[in-house]
């Protein structure tokens, strides 16, 4: 069985000269420069919200993903189409970035598409809540994208039961679960690992460990040296990457999802990362009290943009003005500008935003829709 540092029972591939290869550098040049994109995509999609907010274009509270897009591009990019994810409050991104390999202006892609996630933004007609909320309790049950909660770890029960009834109907689909480092300390965290476990369901439980709970430390939450450790208690597999290398977090989540996927049963993989605002942005000014400004600057420090450029400078697949034609890393919100980031990501979302702004709000007669039975 895998122990943290990861090895499978199903060994990956072999080199020639009979060294095991990580998942990572089977990737070809051109999959390693479309995670480097997707970085930016999540990137650009947090910087501009918080522009548009600034800007008096955009109300609600904004849950920044800054500093984890390793996390959110890495876990989900080597996923099946048909694998589930269930996103949380901190990965709006991964609703579009889901099943992004296919093509992100692919009709027929199991992901949402960036119109749908603007419009739940800004609240429109054309989104998946319709109205209901401007973040991420959505979901689509056609897209293999489960429905967010606000009770923390409320997603794992849930995906336990989609593994199971998967399973019961022979279909194997990986179901991809995704939670703070708070939310393993609620009982339901455990009732629902130890329930995929007993059962041997293909669950992956992926931890974003940033340190932080709202105000409280991971150390008020967790006992253990690493939140991976408590898979030992379920007699399952316990991975920790670096959250802030994609190409880790991918490794891991991906030995993990093979695992899951030969039949072996549930993990968790922890991915160690610093959120670099508020827990959200209602948030921000009493983080910068309740956080050490040394312990804030540290965990900034490995910009995931940064650590995924130098990776590919060194495999020689960015080059001469390409290496730093776009250097959207360490710079806050209030800094980065357009021309950080490649023309395409802006346009994307540029797009996403016309649809939004353009859109109709719901019919007030809606308001009632959903509550009774029809
Ligand atoms: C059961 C439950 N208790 C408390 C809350 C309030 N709450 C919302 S987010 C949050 C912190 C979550 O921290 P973590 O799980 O580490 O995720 P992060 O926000 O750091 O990504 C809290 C306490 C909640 N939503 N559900
Ligand atoms: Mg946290």
Not at 328 to 335: H, I, S
């Amino acid at each position: 069985m895998p122990t943290s540092s990861a090895q499978t029972s199903e060994k990956p591939k072999s080199s020639a000269n009979g060294v095991a290869k990580r998942p990572s550098e089977l990737l070809t040049k051109e999959q390693c420069l479309e995670l480097f994109q997707h970085l930016y995509l999540a990137r650009y999609f947090d910087v501009r919200l918080i522009k548009e907010k600034k800007r008096g274009r955009l109300r609600g509270t904004l849950y920044s993903s800054h500093n984890q897009e390793a996390v959110i591009v890495g876990s989900i990019y080597g996923l099946q189409p048909n694998d589930w994810i269930s996103p949380i409050h901190r990965d709006m991104p991964m609703f579009f970035l889901k099943d992004a390999r296919n093509g992100l202006r692919n009709p027929n892609r199991m992901g949402m598409t960036i119109e749908e996630i603007c419009a739940q933004v800004w609240c429109k007609a054309g989104s998946p809540g319709r109205a209901r909320d401007n973040w991420s309790h959505i979901g689509s049950q056609s897209k293999h994208i489960i429905h967010s909660t606000s009770m923390l770890a409320g997603t794992i029960p849930a995906a336990a039961g989609v593994a199971l009834a998967d399973k019961i109907n022979g279909v194997n689909n990986v179901v991809l679960t995704f939670n703070g480092e708070g939310s393993t300390a609620q009982g339901v965290f455990h009732e629902a690992i130890n329930f995929a476990a007993v059962r041997k369901l293909p669950v992956v439980t992926v931890v974003e460990n940033n340190m932080w709970a709202y105000g409280t430390p991971v150390e008020l939450e967790c006992p253990t040296e690493d939140v991976a450790d408590r898979a030992k208690g379920y007699g399952i597999p316990g991975f920790v990457a670096n959250g802030q290398d994609v190409f880790d977090v991918y490794d891991k989540v991906m030995e993990a999802v093979e695992w899951a996927r030969a039949g072996n049963g549930p993990s968790i993989v922890e991915c160690k990362t610093f959120r670099a605002y508020g827990h959200g942005d209602h948030d921000d000014d009493r983080a910068a009290k309740y956080r050490d400004p040394k312990e804030v600057a540290q965990g900034r420090a490995n910009d995931p943009i940064a650590v995924c450029r130098k990776r590919l400078i060194d495999l020689g697949y960015l080059t001469g003005d390409a290496a730093t034609q776009y250097v959207a890393e360490n710079k806050g919100a209030g800094e980065v500008t357009n021309e950080d980031f490649p023309p395409e990501v802006v346009e994307y979302m540029n797009e996403g935003i016309e649809f939004a702004m353009n859109s109709p709000l719901p019919e007030a007669e809606e308001g009632g829709m959903w509550v009774f039975k029809e």
